[in-house]
């Protein structure tokens, strides 16, 4: 007679259809005991997947309660951890994402049977198809994200589409346009409908929701505060109020003249407050893509070279860069999340300011980078025929400013011109005691077969310097 199983070692059976079926009670991920089953095609397999799920309970980890698949975790996770908790364009981008590129693909499968494999094919198989690498980007990143949560939730061990590869994108090089170029922008576009909006992306750098979400409450002439409270962005056909990009996006701003000057002059005084600062024709709220289409076409009509209207960012980024403001101001008037944002993505080098320092540079190792003894022997050493010209001494120079090239801006300068001045006094204490060893007998010694006896004698293992 078979022994029957013990109460909790599960049991094991096949099926009518051939499979095996293994069933046991574990706690699950909802916090009940729930009879699970695992199906295989042979009985060790079938064993096999019974004995990993019992090795998990006794961790105390539970197994989940439902056996998902992809597709349909997806959706639950968009509805219940997207929609409530980030704002609705980043909703509209997951769902797009999700219902185009995830859900035709490897919406069929189980959460449990999902592999690295499956995960790169589905990826390299997109790339082939003709996506762009942004694409397949920003798809791994949805994946990733939506995974990490079912690990969150102890439905995975881990996350598969962080696992994968793609190949490095590299980042559009962005142009921004200088201060000069920016200024004659304002100047030709004087007195176009949209000269105020783009007046403040240029000198605040805002975002395009951020200058068009404006109301009239966000303000304050009295105080001289411009406060960014809000983004007006298109979402799903409809112009919606959202906040903004993070929390470092909530500021406030020095409101500067020109900018009040602007925008007391169209200022209607019957408008309500909760009204907005930049509006159409009809009276609406202006839209984000009219913002956009105007600049492209005021850059074509006045020669500008074209940038994107985000790039504005990026110019004045640079520009408070340039004029030495701190990294961690830039930040808080940009509205980053982070400083590190700041400096490695919107703001670009000067390639004035470079050329500038490199000279500088250069000008210092040409004065004080050579060897002293090297330096001293340049600025000392003088053609024979220095040693009769313009009432020259024999050494070939009146005092130390002939070694004033060789000593500005030189950390060395003092010691060189101490050495200089040493070696004027050797060299003529040398001269003296030569000349009176010289009797009638030894011919005259000319100054050039001198110089070459003290300067052996000051280059010896003794006096050398």
């Not at 200058?211 to 298109?234: E, M, P, S, T």
Request: hydrophobic share 35%.
């Amino acid at each position: 007679m078979a022994r029957r199983n013990a109460n909790g070692e599960g049991s094991i059976y096949r099926r009518s259809d051939g499979r095996y079926e293994a069933a046991a009670y574990f706690l699950t991920t909802s916090g009940v005991r729930k009879r699970i089953r695992v199906y295989a095609k042979t009985r060790q397999e079938a064993h096999a997947k019974l004995t990993e799920s019992k090795q998990k309970a006794s961790q105390g980890i539970p197994v989940p309660g439902h056996s998902w698949r992809l597709g349909g975790y997806l959706d639950y996770w968009l509805e219940k951890v997207i929609r409530p908790g980030q704002r609705p364009s980043t909703y509209t981008r997951y769902e797009s994402i999700v219902r185009l590129h995830l859900k035709p693909v490897l919406g069929h499968l189980l959460l449990s049977q999902l592999s690295v494999p499956m995960v790169q094919a589905c990826f390299n198989d997109q790339r082939r198809g003709g996506a762009s690498l942004r694409t397949v980007q920003i798809t791994r990143e949805v994946l990733r994200s939506a995974l990490s949560n079912a690990m969150r939730e102890e439905l995975l061990v881990r996350n598969v589409a962080a696992l994968t590869q793609l190949e490095k994108r590299t980042r559009r090089k962005v142009q921004p346009w200088t201060a000069t170029e920016s200024r004659a922008f304002l100047d030709a576009i004087t007195g176009d409908p949209y000269y105020a909006a783009l007046l403040i992306v240029i000198i605040y750098g805002l975002r395009r929701g951020e200058v068009l979400g404006l109301r009239r409450r966000d303000v304050d002439f009295a105080v001289g505060k411009l406060y960014i409270r809000n983004q007006l962005q298109r979402v799903h056909g409809k112009l919606m109020l959202v906040p903004p990009k993070s929390e470092a996006g909530v500021r406030d701003l020095a409101l500067v003249g020109l900018v009040a000057d602007v925008l007391r002059d169209q200022r209607t005084p019957d408008a309500d407050e909760t009204a907005f600062v930049f509006t159409g024709k009809d009276g609406n709220p202006l839209e984000p893509g009219s913002l956009l289409r105007a600049f492209r076409r005021l850059c074509i009509k006045h020669g500008f070279r074209p940038i994107r209207l985000h790039d504005l960012r990026h110019s004045q980024a640079t520009l408070l860069k340039k004029l030495g403001v701190q990294p961690r101001d830039a930040q808080l008037i940009l509205g980053h999340a982070s400083v590190q944002t700041t400096q490695e993505i919107y703001q670009h080098g000067d390639e004035e300011e470079q050329r500038k320092t490199l000279q500088q540079v250069e000008r210092i190792y040409l004065r004080s980078a050579m060897p002293e003894r090297v330096a001293v022997k340049i600025a000392i050493k003088q053609p024979a025929s220095g040693f009769r010209n313009r009432g020259q001494t024999w050494l070939g120079m009146r005092d130390s400013k002939s070694l004033q090239p060789f000593l500005e801006d030189s950390p060395t300068g003092v010691m060189l011109a101490v050495q200089g001045r040493s070696m004027q006094w050797l060299l003529g204490r040398v001269a003296v005691k030569n000349s009176r060893q010289i009797t009638t007998y030894e011919p005259q010694r000319n100054p050039m077969e001198l110089w070459q006896l003290t300067r052996h004698w000051l280059e010896g293992p003794t006096h050398g310097w």
